[in-house]
């Protein structure tokens, strides 16, 4: 059975209501742009968040903890409901050996690119304090996100949701026969599994778990909005639980770790459905023409994205000074939008090599520049045949 290429879209042969579908596309663009805020540096050693909350660190505290940090939930959610049907119609072994392909390659690809280019920095400057070190553990670490972070920090996501889909088999026969246990059991896992290794972040796996437990009980679209509100009345008590921390300039680091743990995990589950029902309002105007056409390029822009910020950001903290400074808020809006042309051009310009397309961007190119051309927007079972993508 084949599968789908891009590991942020669906790959499932069961046909998938229109409006979820839609709604999907616009997601995984707009939830990859807003996480990019995360990972524009401040150039500044101290914690940002331990200032005076002035009007540009509430805007930056809402872009890139509350947004950005949160926006990763729902791309799991989408991620583990579709998975569903790639188990059942192409088998275990199958998936993981499509997800070795579209998430392990690209994952380490990725980052023997940013190895390489640290090393003609250093090269260039003298400055090889961000180089790993030197050792199989180190530089498996580095690639591979083994332990730690890799070099390209964002690719953890592409390692814990390869963990993801190898469990997913596990998973599929517990939420299918006793679903209340195997939730708890992955509550319990989130608190717990830091130490065991398995995931950078086990929170990762809840999520995908009930992403699948979605698609397994079967609710339609009008029970999954009604779901979102109920989720986005609790986000409007999270958001104002997070902005007063802020403003009395109360760390998060320095809280208890279970208290911390839950309200994150509070925040990221009701800006999930908060980010649903977004997708919903954004699907009726005019910005949604905007999010699927550059749903295809959403991929190789989570890939390139903190690669592009940790060189370019260089120069922009010379030109506009570091967090604090009056001329920061340029460059912190300025990225992600770069960001988004670069990724444009670049998987344009990679799209003659279908090894490097295989390599970057998990097989897929750019769509065509047909005048009028739309996007696929039914993930149903031709949309692999179609751009070739999950």
């Known amino acids: 059975m084949k599968t789908s290429n891009d590991p942020f879209r669906p790959a499932s042969t069961s046909r998938v209501p229109p409006d979820v579908s839609e709604r999907v596309s616009i997601a995984r ?111 498996a670490n580095a690639l591979l996100a083994l332990t730690t972070w890799p070099l390209d920090v964002p690719l953890w996501f592409l390692r814990d949701l390869f963990v993801c889909c190898v469990l997913s088999p596990a998973l599929l026969a517990g939420l299918t026969r006793a679903p209340l246990a195997t939730l708890l059991g992955l509550a319990a896992f989130m608190v717990f599994g830091d130490d065991l290794l398995i995931m950078q972040r086990p929170q990762l796996l809840l999520f995908f778990g009930l992403g699948m437990w979605l698609r397994i009980a079967g609710p339609d679209s009008r029970t999954i909005d009604r779901m979102a509100r109920v989720l986005t009345a609790g986000l409007a008590i999270m958001v104002a639980i997070f902005l007063t921390l802020r403003v009395q300039r109360v760390l998060l680091s320095e809280m208890d770790p279970t208290l911390r743990l839950a309200l994150d995990t509070l925040l990221r589950i009701t800006m999930a459905g908060g980010f649903w029902l977004l997708t919903g309002a954004i699907r009726h105007s005019a910005l949604a023409t905007l999010c699927t056409r550059l749903e295809p390029y959403a991929f190789f822009l989570f890939c390139s994205h903190a690669i592009l910020f940790n060189f370019l950001g260089i120069a922009f903290r010379r030109f506009f000074g570091n967090y604090g400074s009056d001329l920061f808020p340029l460059t912190f809006f300025s990225l992600p939008v770069i960001a988004v042309i670069c990724a444009v051009l670049g998987l344009r310009v990679i799209g003659a090599s279908p090894a490097l397309l295989f390599l970057f961007n998990a097989g897929h190119g750019a769509p065509p520049l047909k005048r009028g051309a739309t996007l696929p927007r039914r993930y149903d079972g031709n949309e692999a045949k179609a751009v070739r993508r999950n």
């Open 29 to 139: 663009f707009l939830c990859i742009f807003l996480m990019m805020f995360v990972h524009v540096q401040p150039g500044i050693a101290e914690n940002v968040y331990d200032r005076d909350a002035g009007a540009f660190d509430i805007v930056y505290f809402i872009f890139s903890r509350l947004l950005g940090l949160s926006s990763v939930s729902l791309l799991s959610i989408v991620s583990g409901y579709f998975v569903v049907a790639s188990l059942r119609k192409a088998g275990s072994w199958k998936l993981v050996k499509s997800k070795l392909r579209t998430l392990v390659v690209p994952l380490a690809v990725w980052n023997v690119l940013m190895l390489a280019l640290l090393a003609i920095y250093g090269l260039i400057s003298g400055n090889w304090h961000d180089m790993p070190e030197f050792s199989a553990a180190g530089m």
